[in-house]
């Protein structure tokens, strides 16, 4: 079995443009990045509608990020806005730069409205990735219903296709630990990890400090047979967070500590 590979989110990084977003991420340490596309512009590096209006520009930056760093692209998380008439083309347009970049994993974020349409949504999402050769991941967030892990999990096991991409941080910080994960492992295709408390105030803590068990979830993992991404995913600064630090620091423990736990696992 292969093990997982490492990858860091461009996430704190967002003030910048994408090729010093992927330089960053190569001073860290790392070789793989997870790009983060979104509907609004202070929160990625690209936009799903931007990408849709000119997405030869769009390939053109990942691809000189890429060469430039010599990070490549391994997964895209694409948030578009939920049910506008342009919402599926937006997420074709951005699965598609995903394919021709090299990725192979998408991470879709679900939404809390009516679930009748949003298992609609959620299949087409899955069916236009898979269409693209991609492997679609439903994110365990908070503020979704898929916040819960057997709810997330239920989705999974209803439609064909659709996998998921666990965040810890997410799962931890409304008092989800590891003790609940078990419904989601056989479904898990993506990670995000990073350490967080029991609250919302402590949604990311520095490494080490809060509730994440690390070498329990590498287990659990392990004995799934996973073999996808772990992407070490800090935000970067919030006014709400109770705990305020730098997150360039934590991305390379976070690294650090992977490597090391991983190659004991190899053995």
């Known amino acids: 079995m292969a093990r997982p590979g490492i990858a860091c ?128 991941c439903l994110e365990t967030r908070s503020d979704t219903p898929f916040g819960v892990p057997a709810a997330a999990a239920a989705v999974a096991e209803h439609i064909q296709g659709l996998r998921i991409t666990l965040d ?27 350490d967080a408390g029991g609250d919302d105030a402590h949604f990311q803590v520095p490494f080490g400090s809060g509730l994440l068990d690390v070498d329990r979830l590498l287990r659990d993992l392990h004995a799934a047979n996973y073999e996808g991404l772990l992407t070490a995913e800090y935000i970067g600064r919030r006014p709400e967070d109770a705990v305020t630090f730098e997150p360039d620091p934590e991305l390379r423990r976070v690294r650090e500590y992977l490597e090391r736990a991983l190659g004991k696992t190899a053995n």
């Open 9 to 136: 989110t461009t996430f704190p990084f967002t003030g910048l443009p994408l090729r010093q977003a992927f330089d960053r991420i190569a001073e860290l340490g790392f070789a793989r990045a997870e790009m983060v596309v979104h509907h609004e512009p202070e929160w990625g590096h690209l936009t799903p509608a931007g990408i849709l209006r000119d997405p030869l520009l769009a390939l053109e930056l990942v691809e000189e990020a890429q060469r430039q760093s010599g990070v490549r692209l391994a997964a895209m998380i694409v948030s578009t806005e939920p049910y506008i008439l342009a919402e599926r083309g937006e997420f074709e347009a951005a699965c598609k730069l995903a394919r021709r970049a090299g990725a192979g994993v998408v991470t879709i974020r679900g939404t809390a409205r009516d679930e009748v349409l949003e298992i609609r949504r959620l299949r087409d999402f899955t069916a236009v990735a898979m269409e693209q050769g991609l492997t679609a």
């Open 168 to 194: 810890t941080g997410h799962l931890l910080c409304r008092g989800h630990g590891p003790a609940t994960w078990g419904p989601l492992l056989p479904h898990v295709s993506h990670v995000h990890l990073r």
